[in-house]
């Protein structure tokens, strides 16, 4: 077995440079306010809970403010739930189905305007689209009646790859449903045919994190679980990797659920996924109606504050293999390496200054290049370091937070010798 590296295929390369993405979990089930899970959960029969559908208006949903929104916070892609387990499509399934968009009062293929949206604001648009089907019993029907909703899954996807422009991927998620053959082939060959750039991910589910999968997927995934550093040595594809995670503890929007991340944790998890090289997918759950709520609206724009002050930093710059102290890390561009301060100290007048973290100098080791300057970022001011005789250790002065400011992760320019 070779120990070589691959190289990323050129798509692969582009959406590691996506860094941060929103997910979107809208769907009929948002109008119970219980997550995505509802309909199996609450053992709701299909009958009932399809009754759902003469109530979803899509009032709210602008598409075009949420794309604008991700993108004033920082993110390059955007993924919508364009079909969810319980079997009802955000888009047109052009007569696949009745239990779409158009046949509810929404009267409107969603997916087109969020595709559109998402283009307008440079974001690439991305399809979720589960791979399990409550509605027709697709984890307990016989063999074929199973291959027959295979059938009926491809012409699905086959409806988003050739009616809504160019799109940035498509993401699967269910296959964890059931054990057999779900003719992965043919549902990639039908993707490849309409949508040859497009990114492929297929959720392998809680509890197979960073599993390869399919030869033809772009990616590995992580949900709810933040990503550790591949392994890349030998593997007969290189594969990019993706965490995704909820912004509280449901997809789908959950009414009682007060289990929220702040933006410092959402700061924090995002430069635990870069660490790695990997992106950091967040999902927020809109309303019945479609519309983004306020908290996590404001969470999203001030992480967005905070990647601005960092510039193209953190879509760019690659890992390093550089051990560092506890979660600091270091990342590369070109000559210039980044050092991402965690956990610095406030500074200031004790009647005000509370609170641990620590300053002073910290040790990295194994540093590859001769420093010759060292930068904070978001103040624009020299930071001091010193680098043994044979370059591997190489030692910064991290100053903390004075009062008036905490960016929770801090970020150094290092520039080195070309
Ligand atoms: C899980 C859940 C699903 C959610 C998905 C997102 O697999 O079944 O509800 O859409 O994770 O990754």
């Known amino acids: 077995m070779t120990q070589e590296i691959p190289q990323p295929l050129p798509r692969v390369a582009a959406f590691e440079q996506f860094a941060f993405g929103l997910f979107l979990h809208w769907g009929l089930y948002s109008q119970l306010g219980l997550g995505e899970w509802v309909q ?130 498509l993401w699967f998620d269910g296959n964890w449903s059931r054990k057999a053959d779900w003719q992965e082939d043919r549902l990639y060959a039908t993707i490849r045919k309409y949508q040859p750039e497009a990114i ?96 996590e609206s404001a969470v999203l724009r001030k992480v967005g504050e905070w990647i601005s002050r960092y510039g193209e930093i953190l879509y760019r710059a690659r890992p390093v293999a550089v051990r560092c102290q506890g979660r600091d890390f270091v990342l590369r561009e070109g000559t210039r390496y980044y050092y991402f301060a965690h956990d610095l100290r406030r500074k200031g007048d004790t009647h005000v200054v509370i609170g641990g973290g620590a300053n002073g100098p910290r040790s990295m080791d194994g540093f590859p290049a001769r420093v010759q300057a060292m930068r904070w970022l978001d103040e624009n001011e020299a930071g001091r370091f010193c680098q043994s005789e044979d370059g591997r250790l190489l030692t910064l002065d991290c100053t903390g937070h004075g009062y008036g400011n905490d960016l929770i992760v801090r970020v150094a320019e290092l520039c080195t010798q070309p």
């Open 200 to 295: 492929i991910v297929n959720n392998t589910g809680l509890s197979a994190q960073g599993v390869a999968g399919h030869p033809e997927l772009d990616s590995v995934t992580f949900e709810q679980g933040l990503p550790s550093a591949p392994d890349r040595r030998g593997w007969p594809k290189y594969l990019a990797g993706e965490m995704c995670e909820t912004l509280n503890f449901h997809w789908g929007v959950a009414q009682s659920d007060f289990n929220f991340k702040s933006p410092a944790e959402v700061i924090q998890h995002l430069c635990a996924c870069r660490k790695t090289g990997a992106n950091y997918l967040l999902n927020v759950g809109p309303s019945a109606e479609g519309a983004m709520p306020a908290y």
């Open 40 to 169: 199996s959960d609450s053992r709701i029969p299909t009958e009932e809970y399809a009754k759902l559908i003469s109530k979803f208006t899509a009032r709210d949903f602008d598409a075009a403010s949420i794309a604008r929104l991700a993108r004033e916070s920082g993110m390059k892609y955007a993924v919508l739930t364009t079909r969810h387990h319980d079997g009802f499509s955000l888009y047109d399934t052009r007569g696949l189905s009745d239990f779409d968009a158009p046949h509810a009062p929404a009267g409107r293929d969603l997916v087109a305007e969020f595709a559109d949206a998402c283009r307008a604001e440079g974001l690439a648009p991305f399809f979720y689209h589960t791979t399990l089907d409550w509605r027709l019993n697709s984890a307990t029907c016989s063999e074929t009646e199973f291959r027959e909703y295979l059938d009926h899954l491809n012409a699905s996807v086959e409806v988003l790859c050739r009616h809504y422009g160019k799109i940035g991927g």
